[in-house]
Each structure stands twice: as C-alpha cells, then as structure tokens.
C-alpha cells in the first residue's frame, strides 16, 4: 500500500498537469438513497437447507426485522444510503430464513411507502440474541442442508454487529475474514446467489 502511494506521487509529480476539462470526473457516492424492496428470489436459510428448526427461523427472522425497524427507520425515511442498505440487508436475511415473516413484511411495505413500521418493542436482550446466533453458526453442518456453511457466515457477522461487546462473535467474525470466507452480502442484496454455500 505504502509503495502504491509512492508510485502514485512520483508519477503526479513528472506528468504533464491535465487540463481542466480533460481531467476525469470522480463520481460521488450518492447522498440519498431510496428503499427497494428486497430480492429474495429463492430463500436460502429455511430448514430444509440449513440446521435450524422453523421456530428458530421465525425467532432470527422476527428478531431482525424488528431491530431493523427500531434502528435504521429515521435514516430509512430520510434516505440515508448506510441505513438504508443496513436495513435492506437485515430484511433480505429474515426473508431468507422465513419468506412470509410478519414483520418482515410489514417493515417492508411501511419503507416503501415511506413510513415508520409500527411493530412492537425487541424484548430479548441483544448479547443473549448475539451468543444464540453464535451457537447456531457452530453447529455440526447437517446431512443435506447446502446452506448450513452460507448461514453460518452470515450469523457470525451479524452476531458481532449487533453486539460489539460480544468479543468471541467480534472474534469469530474477524477470524473467518482473514480466511476469506466472509458473508457475500453484495450478492445476497442483489438476489444474484444461484446456489446455497458458494462465496
């Protein structure tokens, strides 16, 4: 990176200054960014393709959806771009674990037109959600179940997002980066992930 940064100056300084209007345009990154609903072609996580039981997709699910309601609305409704991809993105993965989740659906229709979800409180405490998370990722993968290794990835991710105290999530999360098996979350946003466990 250092010699990257070197080169880049030497070269800055003995070329020809470009003119004003030949300089290239830099694009901005945008300053607003509206909700779209999320792509969930075909959902991933269920329990015929993963180890979790159906009421641990609908408890995951809920949980989620619910975190994103209370967390990322004022800056969903004021269309700005971080909340509104980290929520899009916590709505993507509940769809994938439960396709007709309840509040999943509801915070989804309130975005779109622009309105705040009315869904009720998180109860559960988040350090509690985060180690739940942790042990479901740790799971033995199961016979048949594709999926188990993609979910895994993502659980360990979100474990340590939604609990940065939770040094073994923030841990584990780091640890499987380094390995280069972080969650592809720019494919689960585009609904372009053709088949369960591939990065």
Same mark, same amino acid.
């Given at each position: 990176?250092?010699?990257?940064?070197?080169?880049?100056?030497?070269?800055?300084?003995?070329?020809?200054?470009?003119?004003?209007?030949?300089?290239?345009?830099?694009p901005?990154?945008?300053?607003?960014? %509206?909700?779209?609903?999320?792509?969930?072609?075909? *959902?991933?996580?269920?329990?015929?393709s993963t180890a979790l039981l159906q009421p641990e997709c609908d408890r995951? *699910?809920? %949980?989620?959806?619910?975190?994103? *309601?209370?967390?990322?609305?004022?800056?969903?409704? %004021?269309?700005?771009p971080e909340a509104v991809a980290r929520g899009r993105l916590l709505l993507t993965i509940s769809l994938h674990l439960q396709p007709l989740n309840a509040s999943a659906t509801h915070c989804t229709l309130r975005w779109l037109d622009g309105k705040a979800p009315a869904l009720a409180p998180e109860e559960e405490d988040l350090r509690l959600f985060s180690d739940f998370l942790c042990s479901v990722a740790n799971r033995e993968p199961a016979p048949n179940r594709p999926s188990q290794e993609l979910l895994a990835r993502v659980l360990r991710r979100l474990a340590a997002d939604l609990s940065p105290e939770n040094e073994a999530a923030?841990?584990?999360?780091?640890?499987?980066?380094?390995?280069?098996?972080?969650?592809?979350? %720019?494919?689960?946003?585009?609904?372009?992930?053709?088949?369960?466990?591939?990065?």
């Open positions: 990176m250092i010699a990257l940064t070197l080169t880049l100056l030497f070269l800055f300084i003995v070329a020809v200054p470009l003119k004003a209007q030949d300089a290239p345009a830099v901005e990154a945008p300053r607003t960014l %509206r909700f779209a609903k999320p792509r969930v072609p075909v *959902a991933l996580f269920t329990p015929e995951i *699910a809920t %949980r989620l959806a619910r975190y994103a *309601a209370h967390h990322c609305t004022a800056g969903v409704l %004021r269309r700005e923030v841990l584990a999360s780091e640890l499987q980066d380094q390995d280069g098996k972080a969650p592809p979350f %720019r494919e689960l946003l585009e609904g372009s992930l053709k088949q369960a466990g591939g990065k």
